[in-house]
């Protein structure tokens, strides 16, 4: 054991802990108790004996992190909150679940001091412990990369609780994988290895050695037999987390555990997981947890007393760091100077102007001109950190100044284990799972790529990116049927207004390479997750002396050319590569004396967030001819052209071709445009 032994007060202290998820699920009359109760001494042992945290400063950037993948045992986490002192009391506890409560059914992140991720999705903690992982080291390799290795007030661990679904859930493979390749040294898995899921037993659907796959991902395992009496072995859990936090690779625990132990008939039953064990089979439990029967919530002063040392414990750490710290700002000021402005999510000054502003006349590929942009930001922001799944130079994230992150033993050209780059694989849902995890440790601004179709590969994480406001940014290129001859398993149609269609995500498809620049500008200032959208096609650079300026693009959309007498009868409002579709039919349409407007929407989410006022000078509603134009699904588009205006777009698979004759063949024309302006005229 750390400094520790394991007496009577901890073990008291563990079935206090116990009996409260088991009255907090009763009384709310649902949850789940079993997990909750069985790993009650595992919370204990790691709040109490293992991390180094601070209940008073949950925000304490050396903290050691905990992750509970399996969020669904969501009241192992609320007692240790309520035992160490993180601001829940015995009332939030009764309110478990119920609407507004700091408790409710899965943790969220930033509802409730001391949840580090909102976690409920099985595969998601542990993927994204993952990112905390990297995060860690990148930071630590940035601020202090002299200091010999667990020597640095910047290293710490990352600790998990995962369980069997955790484990089954494909995202997790991914994530470990790479964390092994990696060599993750800080990160510690505990696997909660009680055989049973919601169906029943696990040998229904799981019976491969998970100890031999983490071992064949280069991770140091270490297994831990039942106790005494089906009870959690902490002294050998102990040591197994003493040896994970000297080893060089991340480390697995498999734990072997008995579903909602000790009570008497609902132990080691899928049944446990997920209902209240009932009046009588609780009053037998807290029996054999030597606690009242008849009492609720019960909380013996010594225990409270005991369990809320790590208040004050927590606070000599904290001050202890923060001594080291002051040394380390004296003998690196600028560094440290970098630490304060990170702390204060602020971007470098002047970061506009090292942007390019791109000249006129040119065309090139939106991919191309995003990793221009990126890598100008990237050079100023060591914040920025990310990679491609596989797909750097095509998708245009190279970074051409950087290391790629790898191991520190790793031949590999060009490499350190604090790199900037990394080289994802061919993982999308780690890939997200891990930019969140990256965000969630602190200071990082992720960013990850990958092709635009496959973005249907990462929808969980993308989803979990915006229910936490994480500042990550999606770059996702080849962003229509105008990718050409890859086909239709390769030509996004539906994923563009699928993405729109999450609450607190933007997509931002820009039509040319200044739209490019002032969109990841914009990014990297609102701090908000977003993706951005780019063509494998080349498109040409707007000369902005003619249409109106690129930084408009802020707005989401605006007037890129009013019509001839700024009085319009038609409005073409298009994105990223069909914008220069709409100017050409908008050509024709004036030379037929057909007043038309051009609108470049490249992000609809932020034009929703514009003053109505705005909204209407950019799509007064007395004009009523309308016409979207987008290579995607039309769906989503009636909303601003209304049921009298009309979208040219793809409600069906692309095909294999030369984008020029994909666009023909689909009837994405200016002789479309034009013909559809005339019909809705009549
Ligand atoms: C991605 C995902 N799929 C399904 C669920 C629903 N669900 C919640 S817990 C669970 C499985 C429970 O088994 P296990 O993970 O072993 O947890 P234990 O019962 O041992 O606590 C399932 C299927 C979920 N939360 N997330
Ligand atoms: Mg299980």
Redesign the pocket.
């Given at each position: 054991m750390s400094n520790n032994t394991w007496t009577e007060i901890d073990e008291k202290s563990v079935n206090v802990a116990r009996a409260l998820a088991l009255d907090a699920v009763e009384s709310a009359g649902h949850g789940?108790p079993?997990?909750a109760m069985a790993l009650a001494p595992v919370a204990h042992l790691l709040f109490q004996k293992f991390m180094n945290h601070s209940p008073a400063n949950p925000d304490w950037f050396g903290r050691d992190r905990f992750i509970l993948s399996?969020?669904?045992?969501s009241m192992l986490l609320y007692s240790q909150l309520f035992l160490n002192g993180y601001g829940l009391e015995i009332a939030d506890l009764k309110n478990f679940r119920k609407m507004n409560s700091l408790t409710p059914g899965h943790p969220e992140y930033q509802h409730t001091k001391g949840v580090e991720m909102t976690t409920?999705?099985?595969?998601?903690g542990l993927a994204s412990a993952v990112g905390m992982a990297i995060a860690s080291r990148y930071w630590r390799n940035y601020f202090d990369a002299k200091t010999s290795p667990k020597q640095s007030i910047f290293d710490n661990y990352i600790y998990v609780v995962a369980?069997?679904?955790?484990l089954?859930?494909g995202v997790s493979s991914e994530a470990s994988s790479l964390a092994g390749h990696l060599g993750l040294a800080n990160l510690i898995v505990i696997y909660?290895d009680?055989r049973?899921?919601?169906?029943g037993d696990?040998s229904l659907a799981f019976t491969e050695d998970v100890a031999a796959r983490y071992q064949a991902y280069n991770w140091d395992v270490h297994t831990v037999e039942l106790g005494q009496d089906g009870k959690v072995d902490v002294v050998s859990l102990g040591k197994a987390i003493k040896l994970s936090q000297q080893s060089d690779k991340p480390s697995f625990i498999r734990l072997k555990t008995i579903?909602a132990w000790p009570a008497p008939q609902a132990r080691n039953t899928?049944a446990?997981?997920?209902a209240p064990l009932g009046e009588s089979e609780t009053k037998f439990t807290k029996v054999a947890l030597g606690l009242d029967p008849e009492k609720h919530f019960q909380v013996p002063e010594e225990v409270l007393k005991y369990t809320r040392q790590s208040q004050t414990n927590g606070a000599i750490k904290f001050s202890e760091w923060n001594k080291k710290f002051e040394l380390w700002e004296k003998s690196n000021p600028t560094l440290a100077k970098e630490f304060h402005r990170l702390s204060k999510g602020e971007l470098v000054s002047n970061l506009t102007d090292s942007l390019s502003v791109f000249e006129p006349g040119n065309s090139v590929a939106s991919r191309k001109s995003g990793g221009t942009v990126l890598n100008e930001l990237a050079s100023k922001l060591v914040e920025l950190v990310g990679g491609s799944a596989d797909l750097a130079e095509s998708n245009g994230v190279a970074l051409k100044n950087s290391l790629s992150m790898q191991r520190i033993s790793s031949q590999i050209k060009e490499s350190s284990p604090g790199g900037k780059y990394l080289h994802f694989g061919i993982r999308e849902h780690a890939m997200g799972s891990i930019m969140n995890g990256l965000a969630l440790y602190g200071f990082t601004r992720p960013f990850g790529a990958t092709f635009l179709i496959f973005s249907d590969y990462q929808k969980?994480a993308i989803r979990l990116a915006a229910l936490m406001q994480l500042p990550v940014t999606y770059v996702w290129t080849h962003d229509s049927i105008g990718l050409g001859e890859d086909g239709p398993t390769h030509q996004p149609v539906e994923q563009l207004w699928s993405l729109r269609s999450i609450p607190g995500f933007s997509v931002v498809r820009p039509c040319d390479a200044n739209e490019v620049a002032i969109s990841w500008l914009k990014i990297m200032e609102d701090r908000k997750p977003a993706g951005i959208v780019l063509t494998r096609q080349n498109i040409p650079t707007l000369d902005r002396k003619i249409y109106a300026p690129a930084i408009n693009a802020k707005k989401g959309a605006y007037v890129l050319q009013d019509a001839p007498n700024s009085n319009p009868e038609v409005i073409l409002i298009a994105t990223g590569s069909e914008v220069h579709l709409a100017l050409d039919a908008q050509k024709e349409l004036n030379a037929q004396s057909i007043n038309t407007r051009v609108v470049s929407m490249p992000c609809v989410e932020w034009f929703q967030e514009q003053e109505q006022s705005y909204q209407e000078s950019v799509l007064p509603k007395n004009v009523k001819v309308k016409i979207a134009i987008e290579a995607g699904s039309t769906f989503g588009w009636y909303q601003f052209v209304g049921l009298e205006g009309g979208v040219i777009g793809l409600d069906h698979y692309g095909a294999s071709g030369k984008p020029e004759l994909l666009y023909k063949e689909f009837g994405i024309t200016v002789e479309k445009i034009v013909a559809k302006v005339k019909e809705l005229k009549k």
């Open positions: 789940h079993g997990t399996c969020g669904h045992a409920g999705p099985l595969g998601q369980s069997d679904g955790d089954q859930e909660d009680n049973i899921s919601i169906d696990t579903i899928a446990a997981h997920g969980p």
